[in-house]
Nanobody, 115 residues
């Protein structure tokens, strides 16, 4: 069983930055992939970014060039650096870990972009 704890969310003005962290209780280096998803009110959960075990990354078109996912295998932590934030980035952000057929989710952290 892997537990994921997100942190770093909050209220930020448009154009601002936040860095989300996802601390895992297990060894993330063994995970097939680690990713960040988000869910806005009334909308489905969507992929924001993920990082595969080999190190390759994928991003939603809406965040390309603004967000960056990274991981620290020593700290077993995955990060999401979010720059040039927009009001439409407002959502609950969830961390996801995949280990073969097993999928683990964190509890989420709220990000609100508003002036």
């Amino acid at each position: 069983q892997v537990q994921l704890v997100e942190s770093g969310g909050g209220l930020v003005q448009p154009g601002g930055s936040l860095r989300l962290s996802c601390a895992a209780s297990g060894t993330i280096a063994s995970m097939s992939s680690m990713g960040w998803y988000r869910q806005a009110p009334g909308k489905e959960r969507e992929l924001v970014a993920n990082i595969i075990s080999g190190g390759s990354t994928n991003y939603a078109d809406s965040v390309k060039g603004r967000f960056a996912i990274s991981r620290d295998n020593v700290k077993n932590t995955v990060y999401l650096q979010m720059n040039s934030l927009k009001p439409e980035d407002t959502a609950v952000y969830f961390c996801k870990a995949t280990y073969f057929a097993y999928v683990y989710w964190g509890q989420g952290t709220q990000v609100t972009v508003s002036s």
